[in-house]
C-alpha cells in the first residue's frame, strides 16, 4: 500500500501506540473505567473498548460523557468510590481538554488512557505531561481528526494491537468513521481508508458503487430521494409528490430499491439534480432494514446518543431495528431537512468571513449542531465563511454557538478553523468549548457575545 502519511507524523504516532499498548499490558490494571462520547464515535469506541476488556477478563465498568458538566466534578463522582484495586480510565473520543484534565489526575493513583482525536486545546510542548497520563492524539502529529482518523478508528488500532481478534469487530470503527466523518466512503483518508479496506478485505462490511443518498439508502428511489441529507436534495426539500415527479419524467420506477438502480438509470438521475448524488457507499451485510446501512445505523446511533444512552448500546448488539428507534429516526430525518430548508432561506448576519444565524425560535436548540454540520457539508450556505449557529440557552442564559466550516474555508485560511476560533474566544472573552477544525461549539455570555459579534472577523485571524 502507498504509504500516504508520510509527511504527518505516522512513525511517531504509531510508537506512541505502542508505548500505550505496552504499558497498558504491562500494568495488568484489575479494574477499569471506560469513559465515552455520546455520539456514533463515541458508542463504537467504547463497545471496542469493552469488548477487548471482556476477552482480557478485566472486570471494567462504562460510562458515557455528554461534556455537560465540568471533568473535575464528572470525575469527582468517580474518585470517591474508588477501592484498592489497580485501577485506569480510559477516555474515548473525548477528553482533548488536556490541560484541564492534567490538573485534576496529576497527583491520582490511577493510569489514564486518552485515545481521543479531538484537537488537544493547548500546544503539546507546553503540557507538562504526568506519569500516569498515557495520552494519544493523531492531531498532534498532524493528522486531521475527521477526514484521517475517528475516535473508533483509533479505539480500534488500540485494542486489535492488544487481541487481533477485534478485527472481526471492525464495523464497529466503520460506524464511527461513517458517523464523524459524513462523507462517501470513496472520500476517506489515511487511517480511516486503511481500517476500512481492511475491514472489506475481511468480508466485514460490503462496499456498493452507486448512488449516494444518505439518509435515505434502505428506501425506495421515491422515498430516497425525499429523505436523502448527504446530500440535502433542494429540488425536493423532503416532498414526495416532487421527487415521484422528477421519476416520472425521466421513466425511473419509483418503488426500485435505491441501491437496485442500474447506471443508466442514475446517470439520468444525476443530469437532474443539482447535487453530487454518485459515489461510494457500505453495508453490513448480517444487519437487515435501515441498521444494513452503515450511513443510516451510525445517524440512528449519533440521534439515540442525544437522550436514549441505553438504546444506542443495544442497537450496536440488534440486527435490526425496533419500532421506537425507526420513529425516532423518521422524526429526526423529516426535523433535518425541515430545518435545512429552513436555513436556506432564513435572514443571516453575514461580515467579511462569518455568517451568523440566530436560531432561536425558528429552530430547535437540541437541533442547532446538527443542523449545522449537514447544512455545511451540504454547502447550503456560502462556504467562504465560518458559521456560527445558535442562540441562548434558556436554562443557563448562557449563549450557545455551533461553529462549522468548510474544508473550502480550511484551503482559503489553513490552521484557522473551528477549534482555532473557538480557542480564541476562550482567551479573550471566557466561556466553555471546544472542536475539531470543520466543527466545534462554545457557550459563552450574553455580554461575550455582543462583543464577539461585534468583532468577529478579528477573532477569526
Ligand atoms: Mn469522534
Redesign the pocket.
Known amino acids: 500500500m502507498i504509504d500516504v502519511n508520510v509527511k504527518k507524523g505516522k512513525k511517531k504516532f504509531l510508537s506512541q501506540l505502542e508505548y500505550l499498548v505496552e504499558n497498558f499490558l504491562d500494568n495488568r490494571y484489575e479494574h477499569v473505567i471506560s469513559i465515552s462520547?455520546n455520539?456514533a464515535?463515541?458508542f463504537s469506541s467504547s463497545a471496542l473498548i469493552q469488548n477487548l476488556l471482556h476477552k482480557l477478563q478485566i472486570p471494567f465498568e462504562y460510562h458515557i460523557f455528554n461534556l455537560a458538566q465540568s471533568w473535575k466534578n464528572y470525575l469527582k463522582g468517580f474518585f470517591s468510590k474508588l477501592g484498592n484495586k489497580k485501577t485506569a480510565f480510559i477516555f474515548t473520543?473525548i477528553g482533548s481538554n488536556i490541560s484541564e484534565i492534567i490538573q485534576i489526575i496529576k497527583d491520582r493513583k490511577e493510569d489514564f488512557f486518552i485515545l481521543d482525536?479531538?484537537e488537544i486545546d493547548q500546544k503539546i510542548e507546553d503540557l507538562e505531561i504526568p506519569d500516569n497520563l498515557f495520552l494519544l492524539n493523531p492531531t498532534i502529529y498532524g493528522f486531521d481528526?475527521l477526514s484521517d482518523i475517528?475516535?473508533?478508528t483509533l479505539a480500534y488500532m488500540f485494542a486489535k494491537r492488544i487481541k487481533p481478534s477485534i478485527i472481526k469487530l471492525g464495523w464497529l470503527a466503520i460506524l464511527?468513521i461513517s458517523g464523524?466523518s459524513l462523507k462517501s466512503m470513496d472520500k476517506l483518508a489515511s487511517f480511516n481508508k486503511e481500517v476500512y479496506e481492511e475491514i472489506i478485505e475481511e468480508g466485514i462490511i460490503l462496499e456498493l458503487d452507486g448512488l449516494i443518498l444518505f439518509g435515505g439508502m434502505h428506501e425506495t428511489i421515491k422515498e430516497g430521494l425525499r429523505y436523502s441529507i448527504l446530500p440535502f436534495i433542494k429540488e425536493i426539500e423532503g416532498d414526495l409528490q416532487k421527487s415521484k415527479k422528477i421519476l416520472r419524467k425521466l421513466k425511473i420506477d419509483e418503488n426500485r430499491p435505491v441501491i437496485k438502480l442500474n447506471s443508466d438509470e442514475i446517470e439520468k438521475l444525476q443530469g437532474s439534480i443539482n447535487a453530487n448524488i454518485i459515489g461510494k457507499s457500505a453495508i453490513f451485510p448480517k444487519k437487515s432494514g435501515i441498521l444494513k446501512f452503515v450511513f443510516e445505523h451510525s445517524l440512528l446511533l449519533n440521534i439515540l446518543g442525544f437522550n436514549n444512552i441505553n438504546a444506542a448500546f443495544n442497537l450496536l448488539q440488534r440486527p435490526n431495528i425496533t419500532l421506537y428507534s425507526k420513529k425516532t429516526y423518521y422524526d429526526y430525518i423529516k426535523n433535518l431537512i425541515k430545518n435545512l430548508s429552513t436555513i436556506s432561506r432564513i435572514q443571516r448576519d453575514v461580515s467579511e468571513k462569518a455568517i451568523f444565524i440566530d436560531a432561536e425560535g425558528k429552530i430547535p436548540p437540541s437541533n442547532w449542531s446538527d443542523t449545522s454540520s449537514f447544512a455545511t457539508v451540504n454547502e447550503i450556505l456560502d462556504p467562504n465563511k465560518m458559521l456560527f449557529l445558535g442562540g441562548e440557552e434558556q436554562r443557563y442564559h448562557m449563549i450557545k454557538l455551533s461553529v462549522r466550516c468548510s474544508n473550502k474555508y480550511l484551503e482559503k485560511y489553513p490552521g484557522k478553523g473551528a477549534n482555532y476560533v473557538i480557542e480564541n474566544i476562550k482567551k479573550d472573552l471566557g466561556g466553555v468549548g471546544g472542536g475539531h477544525k470543520l466543527a466545534g461549539g462554545i457557550k459563552i455570555s450574553p455580554n461575550s457575545f455582543h462583543i464577539l459579534r461585534e468583532n468577529i472577523d478579528k477573532f477569526l485571524e
Open positions: 462520547h455520539d464515535d463515541g473520543d482525536h479531538h481528526g475517528a475516535g473508533a464511527g464523524d
